[in-house]
T-cell receptor
Framework: DAGVIQSPRHEVTEMGQEVTLRCKPI?????LFWYRQTMMRGLELLIY????????DSGMPEDRFSAKMPNASFSTLKIQPSEPRDSAVYFC??????????????FGEGSRLTVL | KQEVTQIPAALSVPEGENLVLNCSFT??????LQWFRQDPGKGLTSLLL?????REQTSGRLNASLDKSSGRSTLYIAASQPGDSATYLC???????????FGKGTMLLVSP
């Protein structure tokens, strides 16, 4: 398997622009997670999905952030409008349902976002 | 609420040393514990997964142990190499939960 695939790897944009990050989870995985990593706050869970349904979005910082999972093989994280404080590395991760797998979590390479 | 602490935050050792990274968690009712490695500018790579019923897992020069009752896990790296230089993160999944709680990591530097 190719692993969790994220795009773009790097994104530089100006404040106020819309940013869309994409993720393809590992085939057969039931759960998809979006994390944000910064030096100050470490890894933060933003939102996660189970079988394409959002389960917990309490980590989404503001209404400017939204996430969708239209099917089992694709998810997006959108920021509109973007602000400099959104600059971070955004990770997508996936795992199988406990009972169908070990619960091991696999991460993508991340999308580094810089908002000027 | 589960809290995960990793000590030390940074560690510098000469090549060849055996070393131990520590992870502690506050809620012992865990489902599993996972150790990750993160290289600069990269994603997190899973190293070892220990289920709550297990005491340890081994992969090559790495050995991870779990003591649920004391809320501790250790990652032992034998005969360290410069290529082991990275940040190592510990993450815990509580029973009944789908999400992991991460520590802030230990940044390891192994000098030639």
């Amino acid at each position: 398997d190719a692993g969790v695939i994220q795009s773009p790897r790097h994104e530089v944009t100006e404040m106020g622009q819309e940013v869309t990050l994409r993720c393809k989870p590992i085939s057969g995985h039931d759960y998809l997670f979006w994390y944000r990593q910064t030096m100050m706050r470490g890894l933060e869970l933003l939102i996660y999905f189970n079988n394409n349904v959002p389960i917990d979005d309490s980590g989404m910082p503001e209404d400017r952030f939204s996430a969708k999972m239209p099917n089992a093989s694709f998810s997006t994280l959108k920021i509109q409008p973007s602000e400099p404080r959104d600059s971070a590395v955004y990770f997508c991760a996936s795992t199988r349902e406990i009972g169908r797998g070990t619960g091991e979590l696999f991460f993508g390479e991340g999308s580094r976002l810089t908002v000027l | 609420k589960q809290e995960v602490t990793q000590i030390p935050a940074a560690l510098s050792v000469p090549e060849g040393e055996n070393l131990v990274l520590n992870c502690s968690f506050t809620d012992s009712a865990i489902y599993n514990l996972q150790w990750f490695r993160q290289d600069p500018g990269k994603g997190l790579t899973s190293l070892l997964l220990i289920q709550s019923s297990q005491r340890e897992q081994t992969s090559g020069r790495l050995n991870a142990s779990l003591d649920k009752s004391s809320g501790r896990s250790t990652l032992y790296i034998a005969a360290s190499q410069p290529g082991d230089s990275a940040t190592y993160l510990c993450a815990v999944r509580r029973q009944g939960y789908s999400t992991l709680t991460f520590g802030k990591g230990t940044m390891l530097l192994v000098s030639p």
